[in-house]
């Protein structure tokens, strides 16, 4: 079983930046999809960013255009850059791993999460 750990959360203002990073124990990004859920206080976990093998991304409508995901196959690290970031990203972020290439909406794999809060 592959093993997630993330890093890279912490307190930041409204407008700033924080990247998150997820080093994955095995080489796994060229057989499975990988990316990002968050869960906020009371609220349901979502799904955030995810990228397949072949590099196509997909975003939530809520991060577009401020969250860029990629991943560095060498290392075996995926990441999530967060910019411009607003109290309601207020999450703890979970990397995962898709169940399948191309998709992370049924995951086989979570970490253990990192916090992120953003509050002036």
């Known amino acids: 079983q592959v093993q997630l750990v993330e890093s890279g959360g912490g307190l930041v203002q409204p407008g700033g930046s924080l990247r998150l990073s997820c080093a994955a124990s095995e080489s796994i990004f060229s057989i499975y999809a990988m990316g990002w859920y968050r869960q906020a206080p009371g609220k349901q976990r979502e799904l955030v960013a995810g990228i397949t093998t072949g590099g196509i991304r997909m975003y939530a409508d809520s991060v577009k255009g401020r969250f860029t995901i990629s991943r560095d196959n060498a290392k075996n690290t995926l990441y999530l850059q967060m910019n411009s970031l607003k109290p309601e990203d207020t999450a703890v972020y979970y990397c995962?791993?898709?169940?399948?290439?191309?998709?992370?909406?049924?995951?086989?794999?979570w970490g253990q999460g990192t916090q992120v809060t953003v509050s002036s």
């Open positions: 995962v791993r898709g169940s399948e290439w191309y998709t992370v909406r049924s995951v086989g794999s």
